[in-house]
């Protein structure tokens, strides 16, 4: 298939379709409202379901019932939205049902604004909902990989029965970029969804619940959860390197919109004779840290810079990941700004003209560290 | 001998837990009355609420799903409208349909989903010990209004049905009680023809039943039902409100 110029949020609703998502639910919010206004169109074209509801807390309980049906069922909303949903996202993590959530982010906290950042990171991979669970999440740098990952998530979502969140910025949703969907999406073969519910024919009812009040029932289904998510652990890191190479001293470490502006930084860094390479998180649940930490530790490395559009949220993974092996620089900026190359090049080459980075601004120095 | 009373196929063969006295047992019993009736168990799937009838699922002979706290509408929804072809009911209290999920099913019957709903009002939270509840009557005691409810700082107790009313779409709405062999024959019907309206694919439908808390009310379950007959009825009367067929309406 040719390639096609297609705007994010569009290029996402069209991988969800394509994915065999019919069913979607939805509530206006900047800057993804154009995926709703896509699949207003669409969804009757294919004889989906599209339902804009009364709010994003009834949008999150509506794909809770759907998901039950056993179809593949999904949702956009932005920072805010999401917020309201955490309440389902919970029960359905807790009911292990398979759903599909995208975050196109905004600023921050509260009503916060409209433009691109990264400051749901905490949210998306520490919890955000009530008691012990987690959410496979993925985070795109292109229009592309919105559309691979988009399709990719709803066989996660099936594989684990488990919620699998997309996480992009008001960036990815916003630009137009070429892209390319599969003639046929080819995944492996999932197991066949007995668990759904379709009446009690012939067999004993079946209850989709997360409601367990005996201790020792709920702590076996949490077990059985966080079996659930050390297999995640180690079938399910994605990461991606950019220009790592054995004479590095600076080791980048961002994601999304964010790193494919390390990219540029680090392209035109390359012309000047300086040598930076780029670790990029494509999964952030679960996180590859083993692998980060396997590059950090590589010789040459004095240095790891996290580049975040946010006060430091995904830093602290990777200082965790780094476990203290070398020093750990941040650098962001929130308030939907999205930092410029030049700005990042700036700080890299702060950190190549002091010894090891001392001097540069860390928010654990307590210094500012905002540019 | 000739079997003359039997328990419906929809009912599991389980002891609940409900209080000697409440009636969820009376209004579960004529939902699966209807249901076998209908011929509907097998393509059925019910949402539990949060309190009391929480567990409801365990009492059900039919696919159930838990939802959390008003939500019921909501799951009923996203289910329905994926499976139009199976039959979805809510059972929901008054804490759980009038107070927090308020938006879910003014919503949804403004919408017309082509569900179910049993709105079981008892004028308190069971479940939670006894606190009070959007339908909670004036000068009631409960524990969180222990001097009874003021309506100058609380408002008036929330008619739904009446409320309801005053949408255009849904079309079926009827207020039954189950404090008499005679109100339970007519909660029964009203149930039954709730069901048949889903399974003609016609309209949303709501059934609120005026039901019991003996235990938080502090009555004993003969007053209870005397309790419903003297202060719930008057302020909550029986009456069909809507029927899709504008026929029968008081």
Known sequence: ?371 | MKTTFERPESLQDVVTHYCPGCTHGVIHRLVAESLDELGLRERTVGVAPVGCSVLAYNYFNTDFLESPHGRAPALATGFKRLRPDMIVFTYQGDGDLASIGMAEIVHAANRGEKFTTIFVNNAIYGMTGGQMAPTTMPGQITTTCPFGRDVAQTGMPIRMCELLSSLMTPLYLERVAVHSPMHIIQAKKAIKRAFQYQAEGRCFSLVEVLSTCPTNWGLTPSSATEWVKQNLEPYYPIKRFKTPDNSGAD
Not at chain 1, 171 to 191: A, C, H, N, W
Not at chain 1, 211 to 224: G, K, R, T
Request: glycine share 10%.
């Open chain 1, 1 to 371: 298939m040719a390639k096609i110029l297609m705007k994010g949020n569009e290029a996402i609703a069209e991988a969800a379709l394509r994915a065999g998502a019919n069913n979607y639910f939805c509530y206006p919010i900047t800057p993804q409202t154009e995926v709703a206004e896509y699949l207003s169109k669409r969804m009757p074209e294919v004889g989906g379901v599209f339902l804009q509801a009364e709010s994003e807390v009834a949008v999150g309980n509506m794909l809770y019932g759907a998901s039950a049906t056993g179809k593949r069922v999904f949702s956009t909303s932005s920072s805010p939205g999401i917020s309201l949903m955490q309440e389902a996202i919970s029960y359905i993590a807790g009911a292990q049902l398979p759903v599909v959530l995208i975050n196109i982010m905004r600023g921050g906290p509260g009503l916060g604004g409209i433009l691109p950042a990264q400051s749901d990171y905490f949210q998306a991979t520490k919890g955000g909902g009530h008691g012990d669970y987690r959410v496979l999440v993925l985070a795109p740098s292109t229009i592309q990989e919105a559309v691979d990952l988009t399709m990719l998530a709803f066989h996660l979502a099936d594989k684990y029965r488990n919620p699998v969140m997309l996480i992009g910025d008001g960036m990815i949703g916003q630009m137009m970029e070429p892209v390319e969907f599969p003639e046929t999406y080819k995944e492996s073969p999932l197991p066949e969804k007995t668990w759904a519910a379709t009446g009690a024919k012939g067999r004993r009812p079946l209850i989709i619940k997360s409601l367990f009040l005996d201790p020792v029932a709920l702590e076996n289904n949490n077990i059985q959860l966080f079996k659930k998510y050390e297999q995640m652990k180690s079938e399910e890191v994605r990461y991606e390197l950019y220009k790592v190479k054995p004479d590095n001293q600076i080791l980048i470490v961002s994601y999304g919109t964010m790193a494919r502006i390390c990219q540029t930084a680090i392209d035109e860094l390359e012309g000047d004779g300086v040598s930076v390479g780029l670790f990029r998180p494509i999964s952030l649940f679960p996180y590859p840290e083993k692998e980060l930490k396997a590059e950090v530790d590589r010789a040459n490395i004095k240095t790891v810079l996290t580049i975040e559009m946010s006060m430091g949220q995904m830093l602290e993974d990777v200082e965790k990941a780094v476990c203290g092996a070398k020093p750990v620089k941040f650098f962001g900026r929130t308030g939907g700004i999205v930092p410029s190359p030049e700005e990042v090049k700036e700080q890299i080459l702060r950190l190549v003209t002091t010894a090891s980075g001392k001097g540069l601004p860390t928010r654990r120095g307590g210094e500012t560290w905002i540019s």
